[in-house]
């Protein structure tokens, strides 16, 4: 599947043909990724399938009075009573060599650039989608998506450590930022240059 395609997952179940052919495509073109089962962390009103070495992180919800159990294997889950509700997608540097295994790190998600496709909106002039590279930073999402429809961080308890973010709710996209532009007092004026290091897409949200 085409990284054009990722917001298409959305609703599929995790062993639709849409999602394997997407983990095999992102295979196919970086054969040098060591590409594993994904973690699952599963419980009663949501299951992960967290792929650290792609940058990616799948979040179903449970359908049908489906009522997952903790800790339950890939094997273990009810597959047809899962839809993916969430993905998000990482922009962080490789983890170290000795990094834990038992502490596992997400690495940056490998397609570059991705698309992003924005709704369209009546009497508004927003392109139909966006090239994400690693380097997109905070003021080139909003001069592309228009101001958030609702944003926040940039504060934080007594060091300011919480990085700014941006939610355009009828695109079903959240950007969370990173470095040390994204924190802090200032942050919403030095946020322009702060570089995207969580991509959520979501359902988006119709008013």
Known sequence: MSSLDIQKLLGEHPSSEKITS??????????LL????????????AVYLNYFSLGLSLLFKPVNDYKPRFKL????????????????LYN???????????????????????????????????????KITPETTGIQFVETFGEPDRKGGGAGPSTGSIGIWCEW??????????????RGPKAWETGKDAVWKVITIFPPKIE
């Open 34 to 45: 060591d590409i594993q089962s994904p973690e699952v962390k599963s419980y009663p009103d």
């Open 73 to 88: 294997r890939l094997e273990d889950l009810k597959d047809e009573d899962l839809e993916l509700d969430g993905v998000d």
């Open 92 to 130: 962080n540097p490789k983890p170290k060599a000795d990094e834990s295994k038992s502490n596992p790190a997400y690495t940056t998600y490998p397609v570059n650039p991705f698309t992003l496709n924005l709704v369209s909106i009546p009497d508004n002039t927003r392109p139909e989608s966006m």
């Open 169 to 182: 709710s009828r695109d079903g996209i959240m950007v969370e930022f990173g470095g040390d532009e994204s």
């Open 22 to 31: 997407h983990i095999q495509s992102i295979a196919t073109s970086n054969p």
